[in-house]
């Protein structure tokens, strides 16, 4: 028996275009042998579809084009869609063969955390079942599940083991999780423990592509009864994996480093946010340092060098090497360079408001003025020519408020917004490996500064701030458990009340791209005004 997992990449709402390429790697599925095909969760509709499933038209057209692909059934498709019972709806898997719905499987369970919140749409499925497929000299009983029910060690109820004990032969789960750092480790780390305990083959089949602020890897996977590697789908791409549940045939996969999967993650979720979006151009602003460098090779790579703009936007402050890296990174990656000087914009502002400044000191109002012309220069080449801007902060900077509003933080994308400071340099030496002497040296060596004022430096030691924003971020230590773990009691206090008190600034942010276990976005969900210190 051969079956397909068509890791694809659909876009959320357009059922034409979704149906078209459910029916391309279908049909090619039967052309290379498979038996079955199978699809990832809710592809007719895309995921996550979030509040369109409260309008009633977006689940009426997802019943339509699944009743469309199962017309063209011939051999079994396993897919995902919407199921509509009465008042609730269910996240479920169609089996259409031959021309009509043989059955259909609903989730059954529902994931509330992170970046999931199916509770708030979907009805889970009362208990788990089993699927019983026709195929050409027999049939075959499919333990068919959907995403989450692979993970139901956090669960009172065992799917796995449960669909085993209805006999179950072979497992295949359709899924549409989401990348983040080691997600494959943990991924085939839960699949082997399933067939190490139930000894039978797991197929699983993930989507690939970006939504919003979501990627999907694809890297969807088969595994033999005996828990061997025998079937595994390339990261970041759409693919076929033909697979034989009984195949004997163990199957080596040489892994990335951190550095190339963040990269390849990046440039996916920038290549699609543009083109599901309409757009086609980005423009950057270019300060000589490392993170609008970073920004412009990821934006090259994903879009090409015809589609990228870099503008350079010096001020009194801005020093001659920032300008010279700034020009060197736009040569080697050969994208458009112009340099547009802000002094006079400033010293008008600045003339502008001296009345009302008269007798006060140069602060940070003055740095940020510099900032937002920035910025409002760079919205006026988007609003002329139609390019999207780029924001190129980084998660260190946007955890801590190092950030001006309506200034650098400007932007249709945010592209570094989930890498730390540490993050940026050590996946811009990674792209002078691949691509020698593409990011300046400059740009790397020198001490990152905001150059707003004379002989500025960023006021943080990056080597112990990011890693500390890290573990209150990501790992959720409070400030009681850094501060036992050894860390000065000041910095941890600082530290975390810039986190606290920037978030009114990160709500306004632009969308940025997920890469780490969490991320500032849909799944980190903080109160503006928060008083609680501990």
């Known amino acids: 028996m051969k079956i397909a997992l068509c890791q694809i990449n659909t876009i959320l709402g357009n059922f034409d ?17 498979a038996n079955i095909a199978t699809f990832p969760e809710l592809t007719i509709s895309g995921y996550p579809p979030q509040d369109l499933l409260l309008n009633d038209d977006f689940i009426k057209q997802n019943i339509y084009f699944l009743n469309a692909i199962a017309k063209m059934s011939t051999i079994p498709l396993i897919i995902g869609y919407v199921r509509k019972e009465g008042r609730q709806i269910y996240n479920s898997a169609a089996i259409c063969i031959d021309g009509k719905i043989h059955s259909s499987y609903d989730k059954v369970l529902l994931p509330t955390y992170d ?14 079942k089993i699927s019983v497929i026709p195929l050409d000299d027999g049939e075959v009983k499919v333990g068919l599940q959907i995403c989450e029910d692979l993970w139901d060690h956090d669960y009172d109820c065992k799917v796995s083991m449960i669909q085993k004990q209805l006999g179950a032969e072979i497992f295949i789960n359709i899924s549409a999780s989401p990348y983040h750092k080691d997600r494959l480790i943990k991924r085939r780390s839960i699949i082997e423990e399933k067939v190490n305990e139930l000894h039978l083959p797991f197929l699983y089949c993930n989507m690939v592509g970006a939504q919003d602020e979501l990627i999907f890897d694809g890297q969807s996977i088969g595994m033999s009864k005996d828990g061997d590697l025998i079937a595994y789908g390339n990261p970041f791409e759409e693919q076929i994996v033909l697979v034989d549940p009984y195949s004997s045939k163990k199957i080596e996969v040489t892994n990335q480093s951190k550095e190339e999967r ?9 290549k699609d946010y543009f083109e599901k979006t309409g757009h086609q151009e980005a423009v950057i ?51 458009d360079y112009m340099v547009i000087p802000i002094q006079k914009c400033v010293d008008e502002m600045e003339v502008t408001l001296e009345p009302y400044f008269r007798g006060r000191e140069h602060n940070n109002a003055e740095e940020n003025i510099q900032a937002r012309i920035r910025g409002d220069l760079l919205m006026a080449l988007s609003n002329k020519f139609g390019w999207m801007v780029l924001s190129t902060g980084n998660k260190t900077e946007l955890a801590l408020g190092y950030c001006t509003l309506y200034g650098d933080m400007s932007g249709g994308l945010s592209v570094i917004s989930d890498l730390s400071k540490t993050d940026v340099y050590a996946l811009s030496k990674w792209i002078n490996t691949v691509h020698p002497g593409r990011i300046p040296k400059g740009s790397i060596d020198k001490p990152p500064s905001a150059e707003l004022a004379p002989d500025q430096v960023d006021p943080f030691d990056y080597t112990i701030v990011s890693p500390l924003v890290d573990a209150i971020i990501e790992k959720g230590h409070t400030i009681v458990e850094l501060e036992r773990s050894g860390l000065e009691k000041d910095l941890v206090n600082s530290i975390y009340k810039k986190i606290r008190m920037s978030e009114y600034k990160r709500r306004q942010a632009a969308p940025g791209l997920r890469v780490s276990t969490k991320a500032f976005g849909i799944g980190r969900r903080f109160p503006l005004v928060n008083h609680f210190e501990r």
Not at 115 to 128: C, H, I, K, L, N
Not at 262 to 270: D, F, H, K, R, S
């Open 17 to 33: 275009y979704n149906y078209e390429k459910v029916l391309k790697f279908y049909n090619n599925s039967i052309e290379l042998g």
């Open 115 to 128: 970046v999931f919140d199916e509770e708030r749409y979907f009805t889970r499925a009362s208990e788990p």
């Open 262 to 270: 963040t990269y390849n993650a990046l440039c996916l979720g920038v």
């Open 285 to 335: 602003g270019l300060s000589g340092g490392i993170d609008s460098a970073l920004v412009a090779s990821i934006a090259v790579d994903a879009l090409g060098s015809n589609m990228v703009h870099g503008v350079s936007l010096p001020s009194k402050y801005s020093s001659d090497h920032s300008l010279s890296d700034a020009k060197d990174l736009a040569d080697s990656i050969g994208i």
